[in-house]
């Protein structure tokens, strides 16, 4: 992990796939191999690890984030409510509890749900994460929308991130948070 916080993503890779040798069910090591190879363009193969990693009951919500990000980006917004609302069980942090409530919101929005809802997920992601500055500038992005009939364009949208232990939402700034 040490590599991979270093950005040295060949070596942290080798390390990812030497570890698997012994822990194949490991989610952690399948969460570190699935965003290096994300990052490094093997799109199908990370998410292929990725989505190894919620099977395995991940201690964490890094992988169900990074493929909220894949999946909302592609306009996939039934895949990646249902991918933020099993992430919930694994949130460990208000850190990652703030995300996942902001993604939901945003995909609720997408799919058309009530603005009571919506507003309601913003409003909870806010409390949770209240120096976010990216989730307080979709809600008012989202509250702009329905006040001036403004069309809706999200100022925040985070990539999937190469590092397994980074915030999504804060992922312009590579934020750790374990």
């Not at 307080?136 to 999937?160: C, D, S």
């Amino acid at each position: 992990v040490v590599h991979h916080v270093l950005r040295d993503l060949d070596t942290a890779l080798w390390f990812y796939r030497r570890g698997l040798r012994y822990w194949p069910q490991s989610p952690t090591l399948h969460t570190g191999i699935g965003m290096i190879l994300y990052s490094q363009g093997k799109e199908a193969r990370g998410l292929h690890h990725l989505w190894r990693a919620t099977k395995k009951k991940s201690l964490t919500a890094a992988p169900y984030l990074a493929l909220i990000a894949h999946h909302f980006r592609k306009g996939e917004y039934a895949i990646a409510l249902g991918l933020a609302n099993d992430g919930w069980e694994n949130a460990q942090s208000d850190d990652e509890k703030g995300s996942l409530l902001s993604w939901m919101a945003m995909c609720r929005c997408e799919l058309g749900a009530e603005r009571d809802l919506v507003h309601g997920l913003f409003d909870r992601a806010v409390q949770l994460r209240p120096d976010s500055k990216q989730i307080a500038e979709n809600r008012q992005a989202y509250l702009e929308h329905l006040v001036g009939g403004v069309v809706l364009e999200w100022p925040h949208v985070p990539e999937v991130a190469s590092h397994p232990h980074v915030d999504f939402i804060d992922s312009e700034d590579l934020v750790l948070v374990e």
